[in-house]
């Protein structure tokens, strides 16, 4: 299937990462990643970091799947909200999985720093809009619930909403731990990186078509009808993980973008931070480094990506038209619009773990809106997961919970 078309920003703004690598005979390694988007970029830089080397393969060029599509902006704020997790799966590990995504921002930042790429990381606040009556309850209920549990959160009413981000609307909350990020930079840096100094092969345009279970790991089986036989294979594949998992788990949706043509900075707004709101599906807005505006949403449930296609144009109007109703006195010139498809699970947590217990396939899938910030977590909870090192996050996201 086709992950995304249109004319994603991130493959006209870098350079193609352009490295054509495809298995061409058997071999024998440790450890097996299938998939080079974000979640297998981090997830492979995580173990070279700890001394662990490692394999990657994609059936496409490297990190072209959903990573080069999407908007990159990274929020603890999960697509459930806290108010609603907590009715859904208990006080607790409701608000620890909100903690893991706040502490994951800054583990990506350190990530970053710490191999000395800059995939255009910066940090920006969050702006969440309530945009009706029935938002302005949520956004009341969940205000009380994150300050409540310690989660960095302020109210912003009508007045300051006007006065500080010239926004008409009910109300909004504002926190000040997000950021935005180039997936496609950060998942291509990071590959190159570990590559340049030995810790990792990377094997492109190779599928893995099939597997088979030994006692101390896994054979797997690609489309030429190569073997690699691995101790530990890691499904970081994305929405096309399917085939690996026991059963279906995931939900498709097909989203959608646009950017418009850079506009004078003075005409951004306060702290150009990234904004979305209580609708479903929610819109959502960002800036880039060279005064752009992205705006994403419209989501729809994935059938084909035929159909998915062919909404481009009439998603693209609709999201023009809600940034206009936002921002009226902003000029905004499309410059390239695509769309993308991801996936959900029932209750929005991703899937991060070996299934069955103890097994030597683990799945990192970071699905939802919000999934980046669920790689980072993938990648430290699979690599303590190989050293046997305790992780309490497994309780949170581990696949079992959904069987
Ligand atoms: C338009 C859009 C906007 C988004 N906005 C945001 C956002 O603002 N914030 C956020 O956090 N998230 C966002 N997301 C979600 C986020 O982009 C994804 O969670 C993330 O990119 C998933 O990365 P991944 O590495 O898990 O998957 P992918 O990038 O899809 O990588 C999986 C890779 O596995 C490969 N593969 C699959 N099957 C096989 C196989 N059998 N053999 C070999 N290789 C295989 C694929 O070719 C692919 O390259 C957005 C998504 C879209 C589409």
Known sequence: MDLHSGLPFWIAKNALYDYFNPLKRDIQVEIAIIGSGITGALVANELCDRGISCTVFDRRTASTGSTIASTAQLQYEIDVPLSQLIKDIGQEKAVAAYKASLQSITDLEQTFEKVGINPDFKRVPTLFLADSRKGFQLIKEEFTAREKYGLPVRFVDKKELKKEFNIDGRGALYNDTSAQMDSYKAATQLLEYRRKKKQLELYTHTEII????????????????????????????????????????????????????????????????????????????????????????????????????????????????????????????ADMT??????????????????????????????????????????????????????????????????
Not at 314 to 328: E, G, H, R, T, V
Not at 385 to 394: A, S, V
């Open 210 to 333: 099939d597997f088979k279970k030994r006692e101390s790991g896994y054979d797997l089986i690609s489309s030429e009808g190569h073997f690699i036989r691995c101790k530990y294979v890691i499904i970081a594949a994305g929405f096309e993980a399917g085939r690996f998992l026991p059963k279906p788990l995931m939900k498709l949706e097909s989203t959608y973008a646009v950017i418009s043509q850079p506009v004078e900075e003075t005409k951004l707004w306060q702290e150009r931070c990234l904004i979305w709101n209580t609708a479903n599906p929610y819109f959502y807005m960002r800036t880039t480094k060279d005064n752009r505006i992205i705006i994403g949403g419209e989501d729809v449930p994935f059938k084909d990506p035929i159909k998915r296609d062919k909404l481009i144009r009439s998603k693209k109007d609709q999201l023009i038209k809600q940034f206009n109703k936002l921002f009226p006195e902003i000029d905004f010139v």
């Open 338 to 403: 695509w769309c993308g498809t991801f996936s959900s699970t029932k209750d929005g947590l991703p899937l991060i773990g070996p299934y069955p217990k103890n097994d030597r396939m683990l799945f990192a899938l970071g699905y939802g809106g919000n999934g980046i910030t669920f790689s980072m977590i993938a990648a430290q909870m699979l690599v303590n997961c190989i050293e046997e090192k305790e992780d309490k996050r497994i309780n949170l996201f581990e696949l079992s919970r959904l069987m």
